[in-house]
């Protein structure tokens, strides 16, 4: 009982247990409260984001690169990319153009670990097949298949930079591709 009768002498008297909270505090701790939640619930869903093979490719990019055709000639091209990674799934479209030549890849994939297996159509050709491969963090190395025609797509991807390196067995041999954000 002494030790009781000592603490509230420090404290004038008054034991801060029995103090009623007053409202306006009350309402900064729920808000304090709030936004740490808030800022948890952010950071980890930016883990989540980031646990994606696709996470890196997330956007839009653009550059420039050369095709090769089946004549041994090549022409300089104009890409755009983009890329829109869901969880383990990813869309993705590359529009590649010069002067004489265009092709639209559209592809639609799925990752279970480091593999990856999905589908792709090329719309100005209205040829569709299938992908596999593997790869995680933005560089992968899949086969593009279709009735009479494979293809090794190579995509590297280090920060804002990335590359695509194609080599096919059809009129189109391949193309070497340079893009950034």
Same mark, same amino acid.
């Given at each position: 009982?002494?030790?009781?009768q000592?603490?509230?002498?420090?404290?004038?008297g008054?034991?801060?247990?029995?103090?009623?909270?007053?409202?306006?505090?009350?309402n900064?701790?729920?808000?304090?409260?709030?936004?740490?939640?808030?800022? $948890? %619930?952010?950071?980890?869903? /930016? *883990?989540? !984001?980031?646990?994606?093979?696709?996470?890196?490719?997330?956007?839009t990019? &653009? @550059?420039?690169?050369?095709?090769?055709l089946?004549?041994?000639?090549?022409?300089?091209?104009?890409?755009?990319?983009?890329?829109?990674?869901?969880?383990?799934?990813?869309?993705?479209?590359?529009?590649?153009?010069?002067?004489?030549?265009?092709f639209?890849? $559209? %592809?639609?994939?799925?990752? /279970? *670990?480091? !593999?990856?297996?999905?589908?792709?159509?090329?719309?100005s050709?209205?040829? &569709? @097949?299938?992908?596999?491969?593997?790869?995680a963090?933005?560089?992968?190395?899949?086969?593009?298949?279709?009735?009479?025609?494979?293809?090794?797509?190579?995509?590297?991807?280090?920060?804002?930079?990335?590359?695509?390196?194609?080599?096919?067995?059809s009129?189109?041999?391949?193309?070497?591709?340079s893009?950034?954000?």
């Amino acid at each position: 009982m002494e030790h009781l009768q000592a603490y509230r002498a420090a404290g004038g008297g008054k034991h801060r247990a029995n103090k009623p909270i007053e409202p306006r505090a009350r309402n900064r701790r729920l808000l304090i409260a709030a936004a740490v939640l808030f800022v $948890a %619930a952010a950071i980890n869903s /930016e *883990g989540k !984001a980031q646990s994606s093979p696709f996470a890196p490719l997330a956007g839009t990019w &653009s @550059g420039s690169g050369t095709v090769t055709l089946d004549d041994g000639s090549t022409e300089r091209i104009r890409c755009r990319a983009k890329y829109a990674p869901i969880g383990p799934t990813m869309e993705m479209s590359l529009t590649c153009a010069s002067d004489a030549y265009k092709f639209n890849l $559209a %592809a639609s994939v799925k990752a /279970e *670990g480091s !593999a990856i297996a999905g589908s792709w159509s090329e719309a100005s050709r209205n040829i &569709s @097949g299938s992908l596999q491969g593997r790869g995680a963090g933005g560089n992968f190395e899949v086969v593009a298949s279709a009735a009479g025609f494979n293809a090794n797509i190579a995509l590297r991807t280090s920060g804002n930079k990335q590359t695509v390196t194609m080599r096919a067995d059809s009129q189109f041999r391949g193309a070497n591709i340079s893009m950034s954000r």
